[in-house]
């Protein structure tokens, strides 16, 4: 039975307000309140300065639950799978067949729940419905240029003529300035836990999709730039906007939209289910770098949502998160020009020395080891294995150029896992075995389907995107972040017996405390 319009918004509108429920797991005032209770003074002080850290993200975990047995040259090797889920309600089980669509994922994460259909309502409806409208609505929005108002997609082509090399982080930066500056004048809009849930929410959404919206156009008018440098700003506008409305009109996703404007042409079905499906798995992944610091941006009220997202952005860009990706690509460039042999020699030489090799290895998971027990990051498997289904299908056909980069992949593969490592000096010790990290997958990828690497980074922010906002709605109901890091006892100087700052103190105090107007001269 139909519901009524206005009860159909009513419960839209207690969707959308609903909040997570903060995690009650703190393991920092819990070590503090067991080394009280043993009188362990020193570590109790220490732990001190982290109580402010978030109890728990409690939207991904990732500890080993699967584990397999890999050949490496003859050796059996068990690799020992990381695992995560979004506030253990889904699993990348779920994910990886197929089971879950994008708003589904988002939800969960949102929300602390998994949506359901109430009176008619399909929930994940509402939010997939929502995050599509803010998306198409950029192309028609007018904002305040640099000399005049104009509509969005002019605003990114005026951007794209002026620097037709940049990536699509940087037309997001500018025209988040250009937004910041135009509504400075307006009252304050940023994080508050003070403000309505559900509009707040929808305010996050429109911005973040504002921003996929602008970075993708500007990716596709690099292609555009590329064919005829001599378009004009208008004519490239135009174009891009045209492409986007026939998308909207074959009732495309904002995603599906997005991946074809990343191709620069009509992205295919097994295309965008490849993109999909790593877009979802890189929604949200534990403490990374652009997660703390959304929650940073959350915890202390940043004054725009523009800035949380910029600023999530910014370190999601970084040389250590995500440059990886980067790095890579100059790698590859080295190695495509030398001989194979050649290429063997550099390679091993990397490894052998202090400089490591791109997309192996990672900070928090154990991908390296001597012994028979590796850990294994489950997602550049999980990306990769899509694409060669529909290589194997001949769904997708690579070119030489193609070929010959990926092939260098493979083997970069085989000499850090499969054949392993022998060091200067450690000839007698088994080989040093690196497993491939995130990274790995998502650029073999992305030079399969032909994705610029100046575009690369923004694949993975637009599901990171609500990964920030998890954290953020999550990081709001919480204490503020201030953690303090203990100095180093050696440099902490004794007590002084100079009076000069105390005499200052109590002077001040005893003016404030004593006279009728301090400020005036007594």
Known sequence: MEISTQKRLRLIRQTLSELPPPSNYTPVSDAIERSQTLEEKEIAST??????????????????????????????????????????????????????????????????????????LDQADVLAALI?????????????????????????????????????????????????????HRPDQGFSDSRHSGLFLIQQ???????????????????????????????????????????QADEKTAFQTTYSLLLGREVAKVEGEILEMMGMIQTHHGSAASNM?????????????????????????????????????????????????????????????????????????????????????????????????AIDKGEIQLSDHQLNRLGIIQRLYQIALVEGVVRPGRENDPPLRLTPNTDFGAWSVQEALGISDADRTLLT????????????????????????????????????EDQNVPDQVLSVHDRLRRVDHAFIKN
């Open 132 to 184: 599509d409208r803010k998306f198409y609505r950029t192309i028609k929005e007018r904002r305040s240029g640099l000399d005049d108002r104009q509509t969005v997609p002019y605003l990114v082509a005026s951007f794209m003529k002026a620097y037709p090399e940049a990536g699509p982080e940087l037309v997001i930066q500018h025209l988040s300035a250009l937004k910041k500056g135009e509504t400075a």
């Open 205 to 247: 959404i429109s911005n973040h999709m504002g921003n996929v919206a602008i970075g993708a156009m500007s990716t596709y008018m690099r292609y555009r730039l590329e064919e005829n440098n001599d378009v004009s700003v208008a004519d490239l506008a135009e174009q891009t906007t045209n492409f986007v409305k026939q998308h």
């Open 47 to 120: 732990l001190v300065g982290l109580s402010s850290l978030p109890q728990s993200t409690a939207v991904f975990a990732n500890p080993v639950q699967h584990s397999a047995t890999a050949i490496c040259e003859g050796s059996e090797i068990e690799l020992q799978i990381r695992s995560f889920s979004i506030r253990g309600q889904v699993r990348e089980g779920e994910i990886v067949a197929g089971k879950l669509t994008p708003a589904q994922l988002i939800y969960a994460g949102l929300f602390g729940r998994r949506p359901e259909t109430i009176d008619g």
């Open 461 to 496: 922010y637009v599901f990171r995107g609500f990964g920030w906002m998890m954290d953020g709605r999550e990081q709001l109901q919480l204490k503020i972040i201030r953690p303090v890091i203990a100095p180093d006892p050696k440099i902490v100087p004794d007590t002084e």
């Open 293 to 389: 610091v959304a929650r940073y941006m959350a915890s202390l009220h940043a004054l725009s949502t523009s800035d949380f997202f910029v600023a999530s952005q910014m370190i999601l860009d970084g040389k250590r998160h995500f440059g990886a990706i980067h790095n890579l690509t100059r790698l590859i460039q080295e190695l495509e020009v030398l001989s194979t042999e050649e290429q063997e020699v550099l390679i091993r030489e990397r490894l052998k020395g202090s400089t490591s090799i791109p997309t192996f290895g990672h900070p928090e998971i154990s991908a390296a080891g001597r012994g028979n027990q590796i850990q294994q990051d489950p997602r550049a498997a999980i990306y990769l294995s899509p694409l060669f289904a």
